[in-house]
């Protein structure tokens, strides 16, 4: 691949700058994005040029922080991104390019905000003049200036190491490749379709702070799905069997992902498993309290309906009340530290973003955290939360009490410039079991019980409780059965973990991508969960159909 | 600049006017060359708002923004992209990468119809609001002290967001259609909790006119109904009789009028509530109580919408249930030229009107023996296409009915019901009112209905 033309005329992007300032009654345009394109006819490998790592880019974000303080903001962060997205689905291609400039201003702790798509010197002003001016607006009549985590200054650059940039690779190779895949397992045998869809997200962003933090960095993510569908062998039955080809989810890399995912390779296995699947006897539901192995994706489907909802810190003091709801540790999730038993002992579960595939990594977060992992619950108990630099504050005593470094987590992000930054998830990892065993062995430890597959989970509005369903298969002494149709679970977020009773090993454990939508206006993030297949005892499991 | 006389004058550029829209347009069309044809989809917007909780402001921003699509179509295909620039060269660039997209992508099915495509004439809905459009950063922070100083007077936490928005809409193709229309849109939602979170209340609502929307009297009933939720009692799981004030009818039926349940084609192909099976859809049949009537038009005072959508299909009012007869399902362009010979779809645009009754809330409480009073509803989900059974959760405000009064707070419950189910088990309607549901202008009663299905308890507040 080639990622060496990074560089480009300074000269040319001011001479095309001035120029561009054309659009009537609209005298903030100013022609940035056209410094780049030397060459017109070269509009698929322009893609293939980063233009956030220019002096003028970090010129411009200087220029709009120092307005800023000028105006009087105590603390002003600034971040200019672009974003590329490229889509196939089916025979529909997508293709996407949207520029922010963000300029985030605090006024004796509150903040003010303000963003558009010009990246232009005149354009740093009103934005900065904007945000200064709501900030103080909004701190009329208030007077709680929170102070922000301490920070070291930070200066560089950093990308998502990937093999191949997906924006180099041409738009018809991607598809020849769509085709080829969805050609060659149809010709596997009689009766298999499938459904492909494929993403690819580039991010470049920089971030200056009025701590003197400047930096760049391009972040990947790639992935998508590949469902085989095979028809049953009976043709009486016309129900086929569906499943995804593994390895294909979002994640942070390029291109790699789909040619590494050794997709041809699965096939026959997949083809097996879904006769074998589709000659299983099927049994209704019979409700009541049975021993539950989840799979792997089980398990981070429970993990992120609930403990990663519930540590979110902003969530836990009530930011989202009037829209996806608080978390189950509020009203005062301080107090709840060290000594609230979310789970049994076996539960712990940590935080990052410095996984390598994990969706929410990143060198630096959008306040310039250095990156880190964190124990969120050990051992059951709630011991920390995701904070960025004005939440963190709250936890300076128990972090003090503990001998913890007092500091953000790093948590810090948005959507892209065009959205305030605020506290997003990080990538989470649960805690493995000690004796390696699979989800398989898990299924043997059960004398009688039930199995659930590819869980999707649903809470309530304060994640105390909620229910879910997927593929479920009885277990009788230690052997999968018969599926069970029309059943799912219920539960009780503390009641579920503590009915924790085992956890797979470290060779069970998959990444599996989420995203979570947060803030009004209403932004998303994606972000990876890291868990293994695991039994809950004594889990309530209901007919779904049923009504009172 | 020049503008029809139904535009606004712009006081500054936070959006592109009628003639920045139209230059960028001809630019696009202009830099189409080699054959074909070329679109162009504009939303331009700005919008400004403040979110709130715990009394204390969280984020405020203002933003300016714009969509951009570019539409080439070759040889029967099609390439689209997306941008948010206007400069000269991201234009002509986007040109070629569509034009590069044309070549990898699918037939385009609209592309060769017999009857070509004209300009529909679209309606003028009065959609644009100086109050929404002038409403500033201070001002809405002054709102925002107002309110929170109400609930700390009180001695509870109020969170809310208010947001308001203007923006310009265009679509030009290259065989000559053009349309542009601003409008502006305005919403304030607002929860009071207790501050040990034993207690929550909600209201809200949307317009395009910030000068309708009361924000105090929003954040009034919000505290009331915080105050009278307070010390709940847990009631056992069954099926009651439920009055469900608007807003809970808004949250639990809309997905029987969402564009794509509504979709005529989908229901031929056997799919959603309005299927009969083997190819046909339901209309012509009673669906629901006779008393209910559902409509769809932007020139419905209450419900003005913008009259085309960004992809430049033309809303023409819509009648699709009419006294429990499904009389219409939507269609594209395509579907009416092919199978029904005419030249005009009927798309859906998510908003509506649901006909009611006459029935104040407090009358429904009076002839009530036992029931429940729902505020609203949330996270609902579809469990089952055909018959609609959905699950979510009351939230906000839930209260036992005993003997014609509202006697205790209650906790939260589970449901297990389906929308057609209560759309058939209505005792009484209400003057149907414009609910929060921003982006799609909602007007329903409220209804009473029997033997609501509360499936299970939930702690959640």
Redesign the interface.
Known sequence: MSQNVRDFSRRQFLS?GAA?A?????????????YL?TD??A??E?YSRYLIQDQSVKKLAETAVSIARQLGADYSDVRLTRTVVQTVS??????????GFGVRARVNG?????????WSEQEARILSE??V???K??????N?PVQLAPIKVVTGHWVTPVKYDPFDIP??EK?DHSRAWASQIASYRNGINTMLSMQFNRQERAVATSDGSYFTQVVYQSGGSLNVDVKNRNPRNNKGHIAPVAGLDMACQGWERWLEADIMEQIPEMVEYADMFMALPIVPVSIGRYDVVFDAVSSAGMINSTLSMATEL?RA???????T??GLL??DPIEKLGNFAIGSKMLNLSANRTSPTGLSTVKWDDEGVEQHEWALVENGVVVDYQTTRDQAESLQNWYSERNIEFKSHGCAAAQSA?Y?T?QHPPNFTMGIGADNKKFDDLVLDVKNGIAISGASV????????G?GTGVMREIRNGKLGAVIAGGGF?F?TVGFWNGLKSIGGAASSIDIPFSRPK???EQSSMYTVSAAPMIIGELGIYD????? | ?THSNFLIQ?SD?RF??I??CE?VARKVINSASGGGKAGVHILAYW?G???W??N???????????HITVTRNIRGAR????????????L???V???E??V?????DVDADLPIPYFQEVHSKPAIWSESSYNLS??E???I??RLAQSSIESGF?S???V?VSAAGQAVMHQDGAWMYYPFTSAQC???V?S???SA?G?AGIDSHDWGSINADRISAIALEKCRTSMNPVRLE???YTAILEPQAVSDFVSSLFLPKTLDRIRAELNHGPYTQGDGFSKIGQQVFDGRITVRTDCMDPDMGFPPFSYSGTVYNPATWVENGTLVNLAYSRSYAIHNLWLTKGLPASGAYRMSGGSTAIEDMIATTKRGLLVTRF??V?I??EFSM?S?G?T?DGLWLIEHGKVTKAVR?F?I??SPLHTLNNIEQLGIPQRVFRPEFPTIVPAIKVRDF?????????
């Open positions: 095309q561009g054309s659009m009537a009654g609209l005298g903030v345009m100013t022609d940035f994005s056209g394109r017109s006819k509009a698929q322009d089916g025979d529909l291609v997508g293709d996407r390019e949207e520029f509150s903040w003010g905000f303000a963003a558009s798509p010009y904007n945000a001016e709501q900030a607006y909004n701190s009329l009549g208030f709680q738009m018809e598809i902003d003091m009530g930011t989202e009340a009037n829209s709801g608080v509020g009203p065009m305030i605020i649903s809470t309530d509005h304060q994640g105390m409780s229910s219920l009780d803030g009004q206006p779904r159909s049923r009504t009172p | 600049m712009f550029s592109l006017s003639q920045e230059d919008s708002n403040i979110r909780s715990r204390i402001v969280n984020t405020s921003g203002d933003i300016r923004n714009n390439g689209a992209v997306q941008l948010n620039r206007f400069d000269d060269t991201s002509r660039v986007s070629e990468r569509a590069r997209l070549e990898s992508s699918s037939e950063a201070q809405r922070a002054s925002m002290r936490q969170a809310g967001y947001e939602s607002i929860t909790r501050k040990d979170g929550s909600w799981p069954g099926r949330w996270g989900g469990l089952d059974l699950t959760f939230r939260n589970r297990t019901e299905g509360f499936s299970g308890l939930s702690d959640a507040i």
